[in-house]
């Protein structure tokens, strides 16, 4: 279900590829937007795919509760529940155990939620979770995990990487449909390196058509951070897809595509978007500040979306000043632009070889001055052999 | 967004714009220069300018005989006839209404005097922005549409239109027509009296009608231009139009339609309130109420045979969840879909009118609307 593509970065780990999935191809490395209720957030299926979005997220936690599966499946899935006519991704439900731990209990057998709706219990086992991404039909999904927060120590973190193990076996034996739905594992294991490299060992073992690394981009610090995703990368195998979660922000995606990742996630760019800011290679602009009341540009002059084509910021700058929803729809659009079309640039700049210019350039861009990017990042990619300066 | 907005078949080709939104921005847009359509990212539209917005009524007793206030986000705008129209300077719409003192309305019984005060101040700003326009070349390739106020004295009406008649005006707003069921034969009356009296070759708006039924009164009596707020209501309140303008439909679609609007009545509460963000209003019986729980599992489009992004794509057990789950997305089709089909609504009226038929869409209309 995945391909890698002959370019390789051969400095860094960096690979451009294509996902092969039945609704058709998805090239990598990709950052997918989170559409968490079958919805993007105010943006139509025809725009998301006008953006050229490809594969997009939906939430098994949340949809298993509203509509439920079953009303989905009677829509023919999630595809046709939400009319999207792309790849899909669901997660399992895992981080929501993060998200709202003081509704959740996790004991062997799943996770116990209290519905924040109505006060009603369910139990999310690895075999239910399965069970609801079947019927949501989703292309990739991913198996139960036993997510533990990243700041979390001791032997908790232990107890929640082999238990995610065991997880993994029951969600391979629970899957009905390995022939149409790609089921990924979850690599846990906090930020102990050794855990962590059992966990590799122990799941690289099992057949799956792709990993993701967990349990990270919580509140770790981000050396931390880049460290276990180069623990990962190094251990999984190179002809399938790594799937980093929850991640991010423009620094963190490149310099983790550097790393050996290939896809991402994030509900960041559409979250922003809709307090106001506007995602730009130098970083963002609050567009609700005063400076931008007469500021006549667009958003982005090099920026391909619709709203930098047709708008300026001092026009989104009134309408988020106004009492309608519409400049929320606009940033969002820019913002999902933004991610998918450095996405692209990232992946142009590994099949034509220039990968490692290209980073230095978006640096310069982002920071000024190499001496000015972030310690974390310059160190993570000095370790697979990209220097800045 | 302008892209979710080009998907909707039969957009007119004119948009409201209210000065009570736009006020406030007045200096940015001096700065700008290039006038509120460029502005706004819809250069190819032509553009009205109201007072006031349809849907936020604003707080009385703020006219006086120098000025006349609107209420923005940041609060209270006044205006002068003189600080009025460096706005409209600034904005450059194709049409505006004219500064007026709107503040006598048909539905409550007015004192003459008021009225005539009305009449008397709305003429007086006409003049001074007449003259205003004059000395500008930027405002003068703006036509300025004369006010016609005089609540619901039938004698300041005929004044007020018979005088806004005599100036250089690019059009009429019957302003002060707008209200409830039990005073509706009264001000149709007036009505009619009024655009009796205004020359047929200028175009007639009325604001604060929107409802078919009370769109397709005023139709008869002389109306032009309608403001479209009533799409955006039905929108906020989680409900899609159904109504049918069908009105020279084949024999199977009618018994269809017939069979089909009969279940709607019986499920629609008249008294219903529902409460949104935005407006109190009540339902009305051209409309469903997506977030009624029979939608949950119904995967027809909103209405078939709509041709609208929604319907075309979309199922009411979709939107029904996208209600239930709080999310944007649930507004943004809702309101494609009834702009699409209120749009279509008047595609049928001046259809009809061309082949003499307005009758029987009326009929059918008046069937919908108890």
């Not at chain 2, 003429?123 to 001074?128: K, R």
């Not at chain 2, 004044?159 to 001000?187: C, H, I, M, Y």
Request: aromatic share 8%; charged share 25%.
């Amino acid at each position: 279900s995945w391909v890698r593509l002959c370019e390789e970065c051969s400095r860094s780990r960096a690979r451009a590829g294509e996902l092969r999935l039945p609704p058709g191809p998805g090239a990598t490395p990709v950052f997918m937007p989170v559409g968490t209720q079958a919805t993007m957030k105010g943006i139509t299926a025809e725009q998301l795919d006008a953006l050229g979005c490809r594969i997009c997220l939906g939430n098994t936690y949340h949809l298993g509760l509203r509509p439920g599966p079953e009303l989905i499946q009677k829509a023919h899935g999630l595809h046709g529940f939400m009319n999207w006519p792309h790849n899909l991704l669901t997660d399992s439900g895992g981080f929501q155990m993060v998200s709202l731990v003081s509704l959740s209990e996790v004991t062997e057998e799943g996770v116990r939620f209290r519905s924040p709706y109505d006060g009603d219990e369910t139990l999310l086992s690895p075999e239910k979770s399965v069970e609801i991404q079947n019927a949501l039909g989703s292309d990739i999904i991913m198996q139960l995990d036993d997510v533990v927060s990243s700041t979390v120590t001791g032997p908790r973190v232990e107890e929640a990487m082999y238990r995610s193990i065991r997880w993994l076996d029951r969600c391979i034996a629970a899957h009905q449909r390995p022939d149409k739905q790609n089921l990924f594992a979850i690599i846990q294991g906090g930020l102990d390196a050794d855990l962590r490299t059992t966990c590799l060992e122990e799941m690289t073992k099992r057949d799956v058509p792709g990993f993701a690394i967990g349990g990270l981009s919580g509140g770790e610090s981000k050396g931390q951070f880049w460290r276990m995703v180069a623990l990962s990368t190094s251990r999984l195998p190179k002809d399938k897809p790594r799937y980093l979660m929850g991640v991010g922000y423009a620094t963190d995606l490149v310099v983790c595509v550097a790393l050996g990742c290939d896809m991402f996630d994030c509900v960041f760019p559409t979250r922003t978007a809709r307090f106001g800011s506007a995602l730009v290679p130098t970083g963002n602009l609050q567009l609700k500040k005063k400076q931008y009341e007469k500021d006549f540009r667009p958003i982005d002059n090099d920026c391909a979306c619709p709203t930098c084509q047709k708008h300026s910021r001092a026009f989104l700058h009134a309408l988020l000043h106004s009492d309608n929803t519409a400049a929320l729809h606009h940033l969002t659009v820019h913002n999902i632009a933004y991610q998918l079309q450095l996405m692209s640039a990232v992946r142009a700049s590994i099949v034509e070889k220039r990968f490692p210019d290209f980073v230095r350039d978006f640096m310069g861009t982002m920071y000024g001055d190499p001496t000015l990017c972030p310690t974390w990042a310059t160190e993570a990619l000095a370790s697979v052999g990209i220097t800045l300066s | 967004t302008h892209q979710t907005l080009h998907t909707i078949h039969g957009l007119p080709a004119m948009a409201q714009l209210t000065l009570s939104s736009l006020a406030e921005h007045h200096e940015a847009l001096a700065e700008y220069k290039e006038g509120i359509g460029k502005f706004i990212g819809m250069p190819e539209l032509l553009l009205y300018c109201s007072l006031h917005d349809p849907v936020s009524p604003c707080p009385a007793g703020y006219v006086t005989n120098k000025s006349v206030s609107v209420w923005g986000l940041g609060g209270r705008v006044e205006m002068t006839a003189s600080k009025f129209m460096a706005i409209q300077q600034a904005l450059q719409p194709d049409w505006f209404q004219c500064l007026s003192d709107g503040e006598v309305n048909c539905e409550e019984a007015t004192s003459i005097k008021r009225a005539r005060k009305s009449v008397d101040r709305s003429l007086l700003f006409l003049d001074n922005c007449l003259r205003l326009q004059e000395e500008s070349e930027v405002l003068r390739r703006s036509a300025i549409i004369g006010v016609i106020e005089g609540g619901d004295v039938m004698e300041e009406r005929l004044r007020s239109a018979r005088e806004t008649a005599k100036r250089p005006v690019g059009g009429f707003l019957l302003d002060g027509f707008q209200g409830n069921p039990a005073t509706q034969e009264t001000r149709l009356h007036l009505l009619s009296s009024v655009t009796a009296e205004l020359p047929e070759d200028k175009p007639r708006l009325i604001c604060g009608v929107s409802r078919p039924d009370e769109v397709l009164e005023c139709i008869e009596r002389g109306v032009d231009l309608f403001e479209s707020f009533f799409p955006y209501q039905v929108t906020e309140r989680g409900c899609a139009l159904t109504f049918s303008f069908d009105y020279q439909p084949n024999p199977e679609e009618t018994l269809l339609q017939q069979n089909g609007i009969q279940e709607e009545i019986k499920y629609v509460d008249q008294t219903k309130k529902i409460k949104t963000t935005s407006c109190n209003q009540e339902m009305t019986s051209f409309e469903i109420n997506l977030k009624e729980k029979k939608y949950q599992e119904d995967f027809d489009p909103l209405v078939r045979g709509c041709s609208c992004y929604c319907c075309k794509n979309h199922t009411r057990a979709y939107i029904h969840h996208l209600l239930v789950t709080n999310e944007l997305l649930a507004g943004v089709l809702l309101m494609m879909h009834n702009f699409e089909h209120y749009f279509g609504f008047f595609h049928s009226i001046r259809e009809a009118l061309k082949s003499d038929r307005l009758a029987q869409l009326k009929e059918l209309i008046r069937r919908q609307a108890s």
